[in-house]
């Protein structure tokens, strides 16, 4: 991924250029490079080793004993949920609607009401060091701001499980996120609420979850303690 550079408005009417690159490194003009979020929120991630093993074993098994159907399945969902933020970008900022994507689709029934003012944003939290790009922010009927992050999900594993193996390192994100634009001041500081949407990588559902600021922002300022235990750090 070659370097990005966005210019990200703050709320007193100057703006800041953060840059990202192919390393998940975020920076400030000439400033030093720093980690990204989805770096620093493992230490809170649920059973997930235990559970992808147990999907591996089961596709294997499904699949005739073809030990590499688990990495190309892999590979498969991280190409659609790719493909599903280009989408959705390109649906808040141009009102593109992407028809042949019934993974889009099946988010535009739930986003399509929604007040988006920003898609795809830079950010950094200038005392704690990390960097991030949010998904999504959209302005509610009061005025103050919503935080939105995206995540594609195997049907039968959602039905199975919901977001409780995914529910710490989940708001952890995006509470850090909130955290973040806070910090900095941004145009977009002013968060109230955040969400995140599921959607089912055949298409057929979306779950949209509320997040509790609070708790998640505890859980990544814990997470972000052990992370610089382990590398040496305070």
């Known amino acids: 991924m070659a370097t990005e550079t966005q210019k990200h408005p703050l709320a007193d009417g100057s703006a800041v250029n953060i840059s990202r690159n192919g390393n998940h490194q975020y920076w400030l003009d000439d400033g030093p490079k720093v980690k990204s979020v989805t770096s620093i929120i493992k230490y809170v991630e649920g059973d997930t080793f235990g559970v992808g093993m147990n999907w591996a074993l089961k596709v294997v098994r499904e699949m005739g004993g073809d030990v590499n159907a688990p990495r190309r399945l892999t590979k498969?969902?991280?190409?659609?949920?790719?493909?599903?933020?280009?989408?959705?970008?390109?649906?808040?900022?141009?009102?593109?609607?992407t028809e042949d994507d019934p993974v889009f689709l099946a988010w535009f029934q739930k986003g399509q009401d929604v007040e988006w003012v920003a898609s795809e944003r830079f950010l950094y939290h200038p005392q704690m060091a990390f960097g991030g790009t949010v998904d999504a922010l959209s302005q509610e009927s009061d005025g103050s701001i919503?935080?939105?992050?995206?995540?594609?999900?195997?049907?039968?594993?959602?039905?199975?499980?919901?977001?409780?193996?995914?529910?710490?390192?989940?708001?952890?994100?995006?509470?850090?996120?909130?955290?973040?634009?806070?910090?900095?001041?941004?145009?977009?500081?002013?968060?109230?609420?955040?969400?995140?949407?599921?959607?089912?990588?055949d298409g057929t559902g979306v779950a949209v979850v509320a997040v509790d600021l609070e708790r998640g922002s505890k859980l990544f300022q814990a997470s972000r303690q052990l992370y610089l235990l382990t590398q040496g750090g305070a």
């Open 146 to 201: 919503a935080i939105h992050d995206w995540k594609t999900v195997d049907s039968e594993s959602w039905n199975t499980h919901g977001d409780s193996l995914r529910r710490n390192k989940d708001w952890s994100q995006v509470s850090a996120y909130a955290d973040a634009l806070r910090a900095m001041n941004s145009v977009w500081g002013q968060i109230t609420k955040g969400y995140i949407t599921y959607i089912m990588r």
């Open 76 to 97: 498969q969902s991280l190409d659609i949920g790719n493909a599903l933020h280009e989408a959705v970008d390109a649906y808040i900022r141009h009102g593109t609607i």
